[in-house]
Antibody
Framework: EVQLLESGGGLVQPGESLRLSCGAS????????MSWVRQAPGKGLEWVSV????????SYADSVKGRFTISRDNSKKMLYLQMNSLRAEDTAVYYC????????????WGQGTLVTVSS | EIVLTQSPGTLSLSPGEGATLSCRAS???????LAWYQQKPGQAPRLLIY???SRATGIPDRFSGSGSGTDFTLTISRLEPEDFAVYYC????????FGQGTKLEIK
């Protein structure tokens, strides 16, 4: 059974940094692209970033480009999101999501971790 | 950038009825990259449909997807109480895009 468990969320002030983590189990981790998707309170889903299975390629939404960095450690089956220069509009539940094999969809999701950016 | 517009914003129906949810793309998209998700309050989204019409593992056959080009539909026949939720369509072009969601509520 695929399991994804996020951690690292919390309350931070504008301009500060935070690193989210996502631990994976139940599948051949290095074979799958992984993404971060966020959801602001009461709002819809917004894709944030994706990283390839090898970690050699990554893409970002325009809203976070230059501030967020996605990375992974395949030996530890871990996914990370380094978030710098946080803004109030980054407040959201952040989900890690597993890419579907040979598809550009997300077939498994973690339970999410809440990031609140407020002074 | 492709924009996905879902309609209606809210759909009020009774258990046992059928539901039709729409997702319209701002330009023609590949059906291979069109998916639907279900999200219940306090839960993570769940993949229902991929490739516009293929059901994900474990999804009941009362859920079906169809469409091509710019117009896609998620159909739920015979609504069960657990089907009342928010539904999102999603597409991959050069990046990933979600529609704004349709809330399916009990009438």
């Amino acid at each position: 059974e695929v399991q994804l468990l996020e951690s690292g969320g919390g309350l931070v002030q504008p301009g500060e940094s935070l690193r989210l983590s996502c631990g994976a189990s139940g599948f051949t981790y290095s074979s799958y692209a992984m993404s971060w998707v966020r959801q602001a309170p009461g709002k819809g889903l917004e894709w944030v970033s994706v990283i390839s299975g090898s970690g050699g390629g990554a893409s970002y939404a325009d809203s976070v480009k230059g501030r967020f960095t996605i990375s992974r450690d395949n030996s530890k089956k871990m996914l990370y999101l380094q978030m710098n220069s946080l803004r109030a509009e980054d407040t959201a539940v952040y989900y890690c999501a597993k890419g579907m094999w040979s598809r550009k969809n997300f077939d498994s999701w973690g339970q999410g971790t809440l990031v609140t950016v407020s002074s | 950038e492709i924009v996905l517009t879902q309609s209606p914003g809210t759909l009020s129906l009774s258990p046992g009825e059928g539901a039709t949810l729409s997702c319209r793309a701002s330009q023609s998209v590949s059906s291979s990259y069109l998916a639907w998700y279900q999200q219940k309050p306090g839960q993570a989204p769940r993949l229902l449909i991929y490739d516009a019409s293929s059901r994900a593992t474990g999804i009941p056959d009362r859920f079906s997807g169809s469409g091509s080009g710019t117009d896609f539909t998620l159909t739920i026949s015979r609504l069960e109480p657990e089907d009342f939720a928010v539904y999102y369509c999603q597409h991959y072009g050069s990046l990933y895009t979600f529609g704004q969601g349709t809330k399916l509520e009990i009438k």
